[in-house]
């Protein structure tokens, strides 16, 4: 069937087409009802990673590492008065009731031991905050600060802040247990600050961490939305100057929006942060084919064609370019497939699926829409076709200098490629207008660090972790880790026993060493474990067979390759010191440390295939190599220019780099492929190629600078995200399409009037 043919049997039925159509939207529509949304920050990760299945072993060994932390500030400096350790006890007591809890740490319930006699004592560090005398507060602090468990952790080495860390076993399905957590914590925390005014606290953590990425998927679904279909409608209509063809392209867009968010709901989909953009992508997106079919209706309607008439002419010049542009930005971002992080798997199905919803409803919904809507041309005006006939000379005219100075701004941007550090920091995924943000940092710069490396330590047989050989080596490690200027905290077994042998020595300072007698050094273990109270034992710390225990290294805040590079002269220490003592590192932070790097390999894969199906495709559309290599040149350097500008400007990307080219690269050669199509058509009608030049401006030239407008601030809108991938990837595709229309404008012409030349001559 011909285009002419189809657009007659489109028109024909127009009242049929626009029925079925709605048929099917609403039927698709109907699953988004079964739409989840995730606060599991492990949704990032596949199940089978690495990275991922090594901590869940390190937490079925040790307990899970579901953490809340809460820094207690008084205002007045420091942490050692009655007011302020009474605080922390009562909210230590309080802290027990919180849902699914399984362990409180404090600075008040710190099980401080001495020795008296011939006996070992074991209490709480402070037992009654009121009744305590100045002279037992200076005790307090002197005892505080220097134990190794607790200053820089759960007291700031200064005094001047205290904390309480609440540990959690989370249910399978952890999302509803988290919001009751966070909701429980803050209400605690709203009571004391109403009981002690003068002390401010702070609450942060991994639970905290997932409420906070929860609200930042919701903020992102209701708040981006409307942001960007806010602007699509007002581009559209000042660029369209019409507002029944606005009117239509919204219908449109709401097809589609609509069926690619009911399509994920038949699919199960769960949302989360890193996905939860996919509707606005979709929305963005698809308003290219709906711009250019009611943008060459409105243009032949203004040279006289009739409605029907013209309808068909739109239909007739931009089938075949949209048919090419769906399916290059489909194969952008099907190639996120081969990411490591699920999210994104599911982002670049769903707005493949999304894209080819835009191509079929814009080819027949869209069209019958037009057909019945009192649409009126748009009448011929000197400003817009004049200029876009005016740049076309200009292009012509001065080529050469164009093409001089691509090259010379080209070189100067990617220059500054070689800046980008790819890395990631999980504690700053969420922008400071999250409260979680600003107490993570406050915590971060007052308290103690939130990124921890976890070492399983092995002492090689049953019972083996109180063997002075084995106790040796732990201590060594710990002491080792001291020494980095990344760790501002060490928390090893090895402390513990040092002051057990001071403890049954009569707390002489000689005797904070390793135990020389195994013997000896069991029978402490034992009698300091009986001395526990209930909820405070050592099961987090050491395993069941007392063959590992684990030591923790908390760092300052690192990037994520300088985490992995830390670990790295760790394992080079255990492998000349202590071989066979640990192996790599695990925890919350050295897995999120290796997502992006992972990613980026699994990226770099599908980014190549994609680029090369697109070029083959370009190759066999063009029906040349020669050209179809050419048109790849506008496609690739955009990218590269973004990266460049990015590394002068920001000089760190994380996730969203690792999939941005994937995705402009579907996006921007849409921009080419019109523009090729109409020199082309010029070309075959006789023109020679500055004359098809012109005539490509005349004709696709507006329509792409409202695409290319409309593009990017839809992307510039994930600007206003809270989260990090989202605001960063939104920024890294809006330059980059701008880039794109700058070198299908101003380096492709030049370029396809230099080879046609070659060719003629």
């Not at 009571?191 to 998927?217: C, E, M, Q």
């Not at 203004?302 to 068909?312: E, F, H, K, S």
Request: hydrophobic share 50%.
């Amino acid at each position: 069937m011909s285009l002419n043919r189809y657009a007659a049997f489109i028109l024909r039925f127009r009242w049929l087409v626009i029925g079925l159509a709605g048929l099917v939207m609403l039927a698709i529509t109907a699953g988004a009802g079964f739409i989840g949304v995730t606060n599991d920050y492990r949704s990032l990760f596949d199940a089978d990673n690495p990275q991922l299945a090594a901590f869940n072993a390190f937490e079925n060994t040790y307990g899970a590492s579901n953490t809340a932390l809460i820094a207690v500030a008084p205002r007045n400096g420091t942490v050692f008065t009655r007011e302020a350790l009474g605080a922390i006890q009562e909210l230590t007591d309080a802290a027990w009731e919180t849902p699914h809890n399984t362990r409180v740490d404090s600075l008040t319930n710190y099980s401080h031991s001495e020795g008296q006699e011939d006996e070992l004592v074991v209490e709480p560090l402070v037992d009654d905050a009121a009744a305590l005398e100045d002279a037992d507060l200076a005790r307090l602090r002197k005892i505080a600060l220097a134990a190794p468990a607790i200053a820089g952790r759960l007291v700031s080495r200064d005094g001047k802040v205290g904390g309480l860390a609440i540990n959690f076993a989370l249910p399978e399905n952890p999302d509803a247990a988290v919001v009751e957590i966070t909701d429980y914590l803050e209400g605690l925390l709203d009571k004391a600050r109403a009981s002690h005014p003068d002390i401010d606290y702070y609450l942060t953590g991994d639970v905290p961490l997932n409420r906070a990425f929860a609200d930042a998927t919701k903020d992102d679904l209701e708040t981006l939305a409307p942001i960007v279909f806010l602007i699509i409608v007002l581009a559209a209509a000042v660029l369209l100057r019409s507002v029944i063809g606005t009117v239509a392209i919204v219908a449109a867009l709401g097809f589609v929006v609509n069926s690619t968010v009911g399509f994920a709901g038949w699919l199960g989909t769960v949302f989360n942060p890193a996905n939860s953009g996919v509707p606005i992508i979709v929305t963005t997106i698809a308003v290219a084919h709906s711009v250019h079919i009611v943008s060459a209706t409105l243009s032949a309607m203004g040279r006289g064609l009739d409605r029907n008439a013209a309808i068909t002419e739109a239909i007739r010049v931009n089938a075949w370019p949209i048919f090419l542009t769906s399916l290059t930005t489909a194969i952008g971002f099907l190639s996120l497939n081969s990411s490591d992080s699920p999210p994104f798997r599911i982002l670049g199905s769903l707005v493949a699926f999304g894209v080819l919803c835009a191509f079929v409803y814009s080819l027949t919904f869209l069209p019958a829409l037009l057909s019945i809507l009192p649409l009126r041309g748009r009448a011929p005006r000197s400003d817009r076709p004049a200029f876009f006939e005016r740049f076309g000379n200009f292009v012509v005219a001065k080529r050469t200098i164009l093409l001089w100075c691509s090259a010379i701004v080209a070189v100067a941007l990617v220059t500054g490629i070689p800046r980008i550090e790819l890395t990631d920091n999980w504690t700053r995924y969420l922008s400071e207008r999250y409260q979680f943000r600003r107490d993570t940092d406050f915590v971060i710069a007052n308290l103690t660090g939130m990124e921890m490396l976890e070492y399983s330590l092995k002492s090689g047989r049953e019972g083996g972790i109180t063997d002075p050989p084995y106790l040796r080596k732990v201590d060594a490690f710990a002491e080792w880790f001291r020494k980095q200027p990344e760790a501002s905290h060490v928390q090893a077994f090895s402390d513990i026993m040092k002051r057990l042998n001071k403890n049954m020595h009569s707390d002489d300072p000689a005797f904070y060493r390793i135990p020389d007698d195994p013997d000896l050094s069991a029978q402490y273990l034992v009698l300091y474990e009986l001395s526990l109270p209930f909820g405070r034992d050592l099961n987090n710390r050491i395993d069941i067979a007392k063959s590992t225990t684990r030591m923790t290294v908390v760092m300052r805040s690192l990037t994520s390759a300088q985490q992995r590079a830390l670990d790295a002269r760790a394992q080079a220490w255990i492998g000349e010191n202590a071989p066979g003592l640990a192996g790599e590192a695990t925890g919350v932070t050295i897995v999120f440390a290796h997502l992006s790097q992972r990613n980026i390999e699994s990226m770099l894969t599908g980014t190549i295939i994609a680029m090369a199906l697109i070029s083959l495709i370009l190759i066999f559309v063009f029906r040349s190599i020669r050209l179809g290599l050419v048109s790849l040149l506008p496609n690739f350097i955009p990218a590269a220019l973004a990266f460049g500008l990015w590394g002068y400007l920001v000089g760190r990307v994380g996730l969203a780099g690792s999939v941005m080219t994937a995705i402009a690269f579907g996006i921007v050669v849409d921009d080419t492929i019109h523009f090729l199509t109409k020199y082309l058509k010029a070309r075959r009608e006789g023109h020679g190629a500055p004359d098809a030049v012109r005539s490509a401006f005349r004709t696709v030239g507006h329509a792409l600078w409202t695409t290319t407008a409309v593009l990017c601030l839809g992307f510039l809108a994930f600007a206003a995200s809270g989260f990090e991938i989202s605001w960063s990837l939104g920024i890294l595709v809006s330059v980059t399409i701008a880039f794109a229309l700058l070198a299908d404008f101003l380096l492709l012409p030049p370029l396809l009037m230099a080879i046609d030349r070659t060719k003629e001559r």
